[in-house]
């Protein structure tokens, strides 16, 4: 079946724009997660969804950062006001629940000029 | 809330050789943990995973894990690297809020 999927894969855009990032889950996937994972370093967790509400919020590096989940499915991540250091790759992921793995989208690839 | 620490940054091995990537949790409660791997320009595959039960773990590309409670560890072993085993590998710790926390992950080199 489809796995999880992202888009854009990349995206360039000038520092202070907005960006929407779009994840779609597997299909079924109660749990949903956004990573960022910036050059040469690991995963730094940013929110997750159980169902369409976010129990923990404390992730997200700054109030420009936010993340809707509607319907229980799609997943948009919106960065207002980008600033160079938001440059890295976001990954999206979903799973049953915690006792079951996590399978991840491909990343979009985002650079702040 | 739960954290995972992986000490090696950067591991070189030559090929045939053995390897022990380590991993170490603080986590109140017994938890779920996980080791992933990302080879270069690809997506995070599931290695193995633990939640209860017997405590060495068998996963995938004959990698396992001991999970060792007095420790608060969980390493990753391989008994003889191949060189497509070069890559990053992630450990990860989810709690009972369905919150998983990664390590910052060790890169793997293998040497011909």
């Known amino acids: 079946g489809a796995g999880v999927s992202q888009s854009p894969s990349n995206k360039v855009t000038e520092k202070g724009k907005d960006v929407e990032l779009r994840c779609d889950p597997i299909?079924?996937?109660?749990?949903l997660y956004w990573y960022r994972q910036s050059l040469g370093q690991g995963l730094e967790f940013l929110i997750y969804?159980?169902?369409?509400?976010?129990?923990?919020k404390s992730g997200l590096p700054s109030d420009r950062f936010s993340a809707e989940r509607t319907g229980g499915s799609v997943s948009t991540l919106t960065i207002q006001r980008t600033q160079q250091e938001d440059s890295a790759v976001y990954l999206c992921?979903?799973?049953?629940?915690?006792?079951?793995?996590?399978?991840f989208g491909p990343g979009t690839r985002l650079t702040v000029t | 809330a739960q954290s995972v620490t992986q000490p090696d940054i950067h591991i070189t091995v030559s090929e045939g050789a053995s390897l022990e990537l380590r991993c170490n949790y603080s986590y109140g409660a017994t938890p779920y943990l996980f080791w992933y791997v990302q080879s270069p320009g690809q997506g995070l595959q599931l290695l193995l995973k633990y939640f209860s039960g017997d405590t060495l773990v068998q996963g995938i590309k004959g990698f396992e894990a001991e999970f060792k409670r007095s420790q608060s560890s969980f390493n990753l072993r391989k008994p003889s690297v191949h060189w497509s085993d070069a890559a990053e590998y992630f450990c990860?710790?989810?709690?009972?809020?369905?919150?998983?926390?990664f390590g910052a992950g060790t890169r793997l080199t293998v040497k011909p």
């Open positions: 969804f159980q169902g369409n509400s976010a129990p923990d």
């Open positions: 299909s079924g996937h109660t749990a």
């Open positions: 990860a710790v989810a709690a009972n809020n369905n919150d998983m926390r």
């Open positions: 992921a979903s799973s049953l629940g915690r006792d079951h793995e996590q399978y």
